[in-house]
């Protein structure tokens, strides 16, 4: 198990997307001994007072991430899902 601290990129475009990573996180802060995480992400109000979250930093912004172990969701922001369905 790492010492460093946990960041999560949430790069989710909608707001559905990225407050469907909230089991993730539940999971990750379990998997870490019920360590609190800090993410970035485009929509930090959705994550305020959320229990598994130590700090909410903008994911636009210039962040030293040297001292964390980062995680990242939603990696391709473009892509969506339905895509595959048109004709």
Known sequence: MSSKNILVKIYASGMGDALLSTPALRK?????NNKKISIKTRHPDLFR????ID???????YF??????VFEIYKN???????????
Do not use: G, T, V
């Open 28 to 32: 990750l802060s379990y998997f870490y």
């Open 49 to 52: 007072n959320n229990p598994y």
């Open 55 to 61: 700090e909410i930093i903008d994911l636009d912004k």
């Open 64 to 69: 030293d991430e040297s001292n964390y172990e």
């Open 77 to 87: 922001p473009h892509k969506k899902h339905h895509s595959c369905l048109c004709a």
